[in-house]
């Protein structure tokens, strides 16, 4: 299994970004995926998920209405669109597979998403 993140970066207040997550060694199609992070100091904290289909999302109450997952599953590349970044969401983005990720800990290497003005 491999996870490469891509597309963090420095972002004003309420600015946007786009996370990537290019995925290989396994049958992307095959797996939900989970947007997670972790900010400076902090534990883990799912994001967002997507079922296998892509049919399928859901989003922590933090990101709700401002993040947007989604895959394609012929390119094995999942996303993130993330808009009205707040003071809150900088972290270490990670894109990690299936339902278990916590406990198979199945992730990348991360993106570094920074918000400040």
């Known amino acids: 299994v491999q996870l490469v993140e891509s597309g963090g970066g420095l972002v004003q207040p309420w600015g946007s970004l786009r996370l990537s997550c290019a995925a290989s060694?396994?049958?992307?199609?095959?797996?939900?995926m989970n947007w997670v992070r972790q900010a400076p100091g902090k534990g883990l904290e799912w994001v967002s998920r997507?079922?296998?289909?892509?049919?399928?999302?859901n989003y922590a109450d933090s990101v709700k209405g401002r993040f947007t997952i989604s895959r394609d599953n012929a390119k094995n590349t999942l996303w993130l669109q993330m808009k009205s970044l707040k003071p809150e969401d900088p972290a270490l983005y990670y894109c990690?597979?299936?339902?278990?990720?916590?406990?198979?800990?199945?992730w990348g290497q991360g993106t570094q998403v920074t918000v400040s003005s």
């Open positions: 990690a597979r299936g339902l278990a990720w916590a406990t198979t800990k199945e």
């Open positions: 060694g396994f049958t992307f199609s095959g797996s939900s």
């Open positions: 997507i079922s296998n289909g892509g049919y399928s999302t």
